[in-house]
């Protein structure tokens, strides 16, 4: 057996596309949660695009998929249940709002935190709804709640 040829052929799998429903069932709910080779992921329709994410917030492991979408400087944001973070759909970015401390008077703006929270690829054939793991090469913070110990869907194996 090639042992290089299995590890490939695994890691393949992995970020190989996922059917996690119907169209018309997730534009009917605005969202859906599923797990896609062994990592929970909740996706979104909102405004006539789908999003998708790791379904608990990097900063504390907040359940996402029972946030609000609010609208923050023009960027759709889901807004974690727990703690009030807010992070983009499109990006996964964390949004703050952030004020000069030496002029009193300037309005808050918001500002971002860097990407925080993984997404994932979201594409529609047929009627099906299909999510892709991300495969970007950087750390994102909310890969600590998505896997190892923390990860609240163990597999089987």
């Keep these: 057996m090639d042992l290089e040829s299995s590890e490939q052929d695994s890691e393949e799998e992995k970020y190989s596309s996922v059917c996690v429903g119907r169209e018309d069932d997730i534009k009917r709910s605005e969202r859906i949660t599923a797990v896609v080779h062994d990592r929970e992921v909740v996706i979104f329709y909102h405004k006539g695009e789908y999003h998708a994410m790791d379904i608990r917030c990097y900063h504390s492991g907040g359940p996402l998929h029972l946030g609000e979408i609010e609208d923050f400087d023009g960027r759709p944001c889901i807004v974690c249940p727990w703690h009030k973070y807010k992070i983009t759909l499109a990006t996964g970015e964390g ?60 597999s089987s194996s």
């Design 95 to 154: 949004l703050y709002q952030s004020i000069n401390p030496k002029d009193p008077s300037s309005k808050p703006k918001w500002c971002s935190k860097g990407i925080k929270q993984r997404i994932h690829t979201v594409t529609v054939d047929n009627g099906n709804i299909y999510v892709t793991l991300s495969k970007e090469p950087f750390k994102c913070d909310s890969d600590f709640y998505a896997t190892g110990d923390f990860k609240v869907i163990k």
